[in-house]
Nanobody
Framework: QVQLVESGGGLVQPGGSLRLSCIASGRIFSISSMGWYRQAPGKQRDLVATINSSSSTNYADSVKDRFTISRDNAKKMVYLQMNSLKPEDAAVYYC??????????????WGKGALVTVSS
């Protein structure tokens, strides 16, 4: 089994910054894509940013130039640096990873989420 645990959420004022972290543990042969998604109350879960094993990144238009995704393959971690936060960024942020648990078995795993509140 694979577990993903997010940390770093909290309350921040508009214009402020937060850094989310996610660590993967368990039966991991390799990790390909990792990413962050978010879900605001009453809305669907949306992609924020993804990063593949070669560190190629993809961002939602709404966070480009404000958020930066990065990963540490040795530590099995992915990060999301969030700057210039806006009230509309408030949501539960979920970590996602595509993990090979064996050379031939791949699964899609999610963390339980980290709450980000942006308010003055």
């Amino acid at each position: 089994q694979v577990q993903l645990v997010e940390s770093g959420g909290g309350l921040v004022q508009p214009g402020g910054s937060l850094r989310l972290s996610c660590i993967a543990s368990g039966r991991i042969f390799s990790i390909s894509s990792m990413g962050w998604y978010r879900q605001a109350p009453g809305k669907q879960r949306d992609l924020v940013a993804t990063i593949n094993s070669s560190s190629s990144t993809n961002y939602a238009d709404s966070v480009k130039d404000r958020f930066t995704i990065s990963r540490d393959n040795a530590k099995k971690m992915v990060y999301l640096q969030m700057n210039s936060l806006k009230p509309e960024d408030a949501a539960v942020y979920y970590c996602r990873a595509v993990v090979r648990t064996t050379p031939t078995i791949t699964g899609n795993y999610w963390g339980k989420g980290a709450l980000v509140t942006v308010s003055s």
